[in-house]
């Protein structure tokens, strides 16, 4: 386990700050069903190279999933927002890890920061890609959900026209900063061929790992998303030190 995790709130929000005093931070953003316990996995690799890792509860995730606030990017990204000037307040050096929703929202909320690093694990890229796959999987037409509004979905996810409206009208259009991207090859849920359209468009390194799913859960894709941890965060040390 980490070496050091201290628990405290931020602007209200339950979080966790693991490892020894540093001047660097990974900010963890979790996906959907995550929570900031799931953080332990990455801190044990990050805090051996001299990382601390701040991780958050989402809303209605972890101690906040019977909470009033939604999970829904116009309540996230103002969160993820104050939570980030939290940050640039206490550390010099500021790197991100997402993993599946969590990398939209983190692309929502800090395309303007002073992002060092970022590390994403099957993440969602294109939402509107997403959402569309969603709709044709239930039956769902664009007209049906703007009459409808929210349509339930045999696969429990609610499809909701607010929520399409707000994915059409905030499009990913830049991401300048460095990004390496973990993605299973057996990935259900986001297709290969816009993770490599990401990937090219913004300069990304992308590692496919064999026998992985959207979802790393069990013991040898843990160790897989390890070992990948490792290799970045080390490869990445090195070219700090060496500027």
Known sequence: ????????????????????????????????????????????????????????????????????????????????????????????????????????????????????????????????????????WAGVSQNQLEKQRLIPTDFGQTLSWEYWKYVLEHPIRQWDFPTKILYGENDNLIDRCLVEQFTKKFSCNLTVAENCEHWFHTEYQLNVMREWIRKEIDCKNVILKER
């Open 1 to 136: 386990m980490a070496r050091m995790k201290k628990e405290f709130e931020i602007n209200g929000i339950p979080a966790f700050l693991w490892g020894l005093p540093s001047r660097k931070l990974y900010f963890y953003v979790h996906g959907q069903g995550g929570c900031k316990e799931e953080a332990a996995v990455f801190a044990d690799v990050a805090c051996c190279f001299g990382w601390q890792v701040l991780s958050v509860d989402l809303p209605k995730h972890g101690e906040r999933v019977n909470g009033a606030v939604e999970f829904e990017p116009w309540s996230i990204v103002p969160e993820l927002s104050g939570i980030m000037d939290f940050v640039k307040d206490r550390w010099k050096q500021i790197s991100l890890y997402a993993s599946s929703i969590g990398a939209w929202f983190s692309m929502l909320s800090f395309g303007n920061e002073p992002l060092k690093n970022c590390l994403f694990v099957s993440p969602v890229l294109d939402m509107k890609e997403l959402m569309s796959k969603m709709m044709e």
